[in-house]
């Protein structure tokens, strides 16, 4: 069993709509990462969290640290939200990142 | 912007060749790590590093690859002799205290 786990592989969505990225993880954790990597793109660090709730624009990132869950909010979504988005956990200061799998996120217009 | 840039963005090689791939970290950023990331695997830690001292290395095949930090504004990744199935983005990232990472842009590894 992977150590961060996310679902479904695959998302699409309509342009508008609000839109959940689920992330559990099974260790203990000093923060959790949300990523973002557009189609042949860079990674783009969207999210660093160790508890409650962080907003950026259309993005909100929630995480609940008793059940190790986190979730990623896009409200009223745009096709350039269309990106692959990862989520990460660091144990510890400065530590190196273990990764999920990603969600591959289509907003269609 | 600060930002870690990675040379070269693309290189296409010959299976066997030596292939070195540079990280310029942010300045002050004292962690730097290698990624690797492939369709079938996704990301990967290959090693890093923290005050350019070597910390974890366990993810890279010792045999074919090496990894090091001669001074703190370059990080550098090595495969001798390459294979097809390196083929790759190499991801370099830097970190520093409470904030967050910092990704560069990749490079994206061919070997044929």
């Known amino acids: 069993k992977n150590e961060v786990e996310q679902s479904p592989q695959n998302l699409t969505a309509q342009e508008g709509e609000f839109i959940t990225i689920n992330c559990s993880y099974s260790v203990g954790i000093s923060a959790l990462h949300w990523l973002q990597q557009h189609p042949g793109g860079g990674i783009v660090s969207l999210f660093m969290l160790s508890s409650g709730k962080k907003k950026h624009g259309r993005l909100i990132a929630t995480i609940n640290i008793q059940e190790k869950h986190s979730s990623l909010h896009i409200t009223a979504s745009h096709p350039r939200d269309s990106a692959v988005y990862i989520c990460a956990v660091s144990r510890g200061a400065n530590s190196k990142l273990t990764f999920g799998k990603g969600i591959t996120l289509s907003v269609r217009p | 912007d600060a930002r870690v840039t990675q040379t070269p963005r693309h290189k296409v090689t010959e299976m066997g060749q030596e292939v070195t791939m540079r990280c310029q970290p942010i300045?002050?950023?004292?962690?730097v790590f290698w990624y690797r990331q492939t369709m079938m695997q996704g990301l990967e830690l290959l090693a890093y590093?923290?005050?350019?001292?070597?910390?974890?290395d366990s993810g890279m095949p010792k045999d074919r690859f090496s990894a090091e930090m001669p001074d703190a504004t370059l990080a550098t990744l090595k495969i001798q002799p390459s294979e097809p199935r390196d083929s790759a983005v190499y991801f370099c990232?830097?970190?520093?205290?409470?904030?967050?990472?910092?990704f560069g842009s990749g490079t994206r590894l061919t070997v044929v």
């Open positions: 990232a830097s970190h520093e205290g409470s904030g967050g990472y910092t």
């Open positions: 590093f923290r005050n350019r001292a070597p910390l974890d």
């Open positions: 300045l002050g950023h004292n962690t």
